[in-house]
């Protein structure tokens, strides 16, 4: 079953750095949010999307 991303809006600072790394997973809403683009996570796409879990410098994504 594919993982899935979630960000947790109470840490996310939307400093940006996970759509830096995984701008096909992350972007910023019309309200300068960040969220998550598609939440499941395709196979070839695990080891980036981890890459981007754990560079987040609040630790509010999960991956399940
Ligand atoms: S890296 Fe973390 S804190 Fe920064 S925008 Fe992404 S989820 Fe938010």
Redo the contacts with the bound molecule.
């Keep these: 079953m594919a993982k899935k991303t979630h960000?947790d809006k109470t840490?996310?600072?939307?400093?940006?750095?996970?759509?830096a790394i995984a701008p096909d997973y992350?972007d910023w809403d019309d309200d300068g949010l960040?969220v998550e683009i598609q939440s499941e996570v395709a196979a070839e796409d695990e080891e980036l999307v981890e890459e981007?879990v754990e560079?987040?410098?609040?630790?509010?994504?999960s991956l399940k």
């Design positions: 960000i840490r996310c600072t939307a400093c940006g750095v996970c759509n992350f960040m981007a560079s987040c410098p609040a630790q509010a994504i």
